[in-house]
T-cell receptor
Framework: AQKVTQTQTSISVMEKTTVTMDCVYE???????LFWYKQTASGEIVFLIR??????ENATEGHYSLNFQKPKSSIGLIITATQIEDSAVYFC????????????FGAGTKLSVKP | EAAVTQSPRSKVAVTGGKVTLSCHQT?????MYWYRQDTGHGLRLIHY???????EKGDIPDGYKASRPSQENFSLILELASLSQTAVYFC??????????FGPGTRLTVL
């Protein structure tokens, strides 16, 4: 069964710095999809960025990028030049493509960006 | 216009009562999902569906039923609500291997 683990419960950084949030996963499949989502204080959940396991290049989207290390089953989210509005809870998710499966989520990491 | 809507947005139910949470999507997505979020925790999968008139069990299906009468609509049913089902419930939709679009959530309090 697929499993997603985020060990960092909370992180606090100063504005305009770079932060990395960790995520490790377990899967028996050689092909899978990884996602990061952001949940704001209002409760809204939005998609940020994805990494397909067969792609060697790390995905980037604006000031978000990923550090994909397939041998370590790791997908870290990197936020550069953090802003106050980046304060939120970040979730990692994985989907195995077989058997019409559904994505599973990690427990989330709460990021606080301080001025 | 929001592509995934949920109703009600909040609800107070009594223990042992029946609760139905509704979700509607205009994304034309095949997949729909119900997740539960407890305070300070992640999203746990309850039920999902990849085609109308069919549902699949997630990781925590006990105490919940799901119904997908059409591509656009997906309901979560609590036949006998219990205190432990107090949580925020999120519906989402997606294409098969793509990112999910979430609804605004329904805050359910069981007393």
């Amino acid at each position: 069964a697929q499993k997603v683990t985020q060990t960092q419960t909370s992180i606090s950084v100063m504005e305009k710095t770079t932060v990395t949030m960790d995520c490790v996963y377990e899967t028996r499949d050689s092909s899978y999809f990884l996602f990061w989502y952001k949940q704001t204080a209002s409760g809204e959940i939005v998609f940020l960025i994805r990494q397909d396991s067969y792609k060697k290049e790390n995905a980037t989207e604006g000031h978000y990028s990923l550090n994909f290390q397939k041998p370590k089953s790791s997908i870290g989210l990197i936020i550069t030049a953090t802003q106050i509005e980046d304060s939120a809870v970040y979730f990692c998710a994985m989907r195995e493509p077989n058997n019409n499966n559904a994505p599973r989520f990690g427990a989330g990491t709460k990021l606080s960006v301080k001025p | 216009e929001a592509a995934v809507t949920q109703s009600p947005r909040s609800k107070v139910a009594v223990t042992g009562g029946k609760v139905t949470l509704s979700c509607h999507q205009t994304n034309n997505h095949d997949y729909m999902y119900w997740y539960r979020q407890d305070t300070g925790h992640g999203l746990r999968l309850i039920h999902y569906s990849y085609v109308a008139d069919s549902t699949e069990k997630g990781d925590i299906p006990d105490g919940y039923k799901a119904s997908r009468p059409s591509q656009e609509n997906f309901s979560l049913i609590l036949e006998l609500a219990s205190l432990s089902q107090t949580a925020v419930y999120f519906c989402a939709s997606s294409e098969r291997d793509a990112e999910q679009f979430f609804g605004p959530g329904t805050r359910l309090t069981v007393l």
